[in-house]
């Protein structure tokens, strides 16, 4: 089945210490994006790629970059994790059918990142 | 700038029984999607069911049914007998049909609903 998948699901570091989450998707979206989602809130968007193209979210702190090696793999990473960036990221796919803009967005599981 | 608003922060429901979810938006623009996501406790978001602006039918998936009311900008989802495994936060989103930033997915703040045996 088609499907995006995060990696791990579950991460905890240490406050400072560096740290990547990864998203992979068999869906061959074109567009793929990363949110933090907080205990009982909505999903935040952070930024998203369009193709190779970085979209960033201007109240995304510098902290968090992104990268793209291809079409099927996306990381996010945490440069300094402070404990307010424990959350649930949540990585997720569409596709662009090309002149109307990305259709539906389908969410991988989430990767529960716990700062201590 | 588009908002959506549910106005339920919780519900709950007995087994069997129906329940409806508000959700209102706001909008200057003609040509947009609507979708009600479930996120079942510690597990994945999922499509439940989801509108295109343009479309007078109601979209209907098994259970899940919605009432479209473009002119009041109201999109309500309605579950018909409701299960245990319905149990879940709801999120109402809002998107644009076009591309950009103009074009990302706007959520509301999210019903949680219980459904009771």
């Known amino acids: 089945d088609a499907m995006v998948i995060q990696n791990p699901r579950y991460q905890v570091t240490q406050f400072g210490k560096p740290v990547t989450l990864s998203c992979s998707q068999t869906?061959?979206?074109?567009?793929m994006y990363w949110y933090q989602q907080k205990s009982s809130q909505a999903p935040k968007l952070l930024f998203h790629?369009?193709?190779?193209?970085?979209?960033n979210e201007a109240d995304t702190p510098d902290n968090f970059q992104s990268r793209r090696p291809n079409t099927s793999f996306c990381f996010l990473d945490i440069r300094s994790p402070g404990l307010g960036d424990a959350a649930m990221y949540l990585c997720a796919t569409s596709r662009d059918f090309g002149g109307v803009g990305p259709d539906t967005q389908y969410f991988g599981p989430g990767t529960r990142l716990t700062v201590l | 700038a588009q908002t959506v608003t549910q106005s339920q922060p919780e519900m709950s429901v007995q087994e069997a029984e129906t329940v409806t979810l508000s959700c209102t938006y706001d909008?200057?623009?003609?040509?947009?999607?609507l979708f009600w996501y479930k996120q079942p406790p510690s597990r994945q978001m999922i499509l439940v069911i989801r509108?295109?602006?343009?479309?007078?039918q109601n979209a209907t998936e098994n259970r899940f049914s919605v009432n479209f009311q473009k002119a009041a900008k109201s999109f309500s989802l309605k579950i018909s007998d409701s299960q245990l495994g319905d149990t879940a936060m709801y999120f109402c989103?809002?998107?644009?049909?076009?591309?950009?930033?103009?074009?990302?997915?706007?959520f509301g703040k999210g019903t949680k609903l219980s459904v009771k045996p």
């Open positions: 869906l061959n979206h074109n567009v």
């Open positions: 989103a809002f998107k644009l049909r076009q591309g950009g930033s103009q074009g990302n997915l706007i």
């Open positions: 790629y369009y193709d190779k193209d970085f979209n």
């Open positions: 509108q295109e602006a343009y479309k007078q």
């Open positions: 909008t200057s623009e003609n040509n947009y999607y």
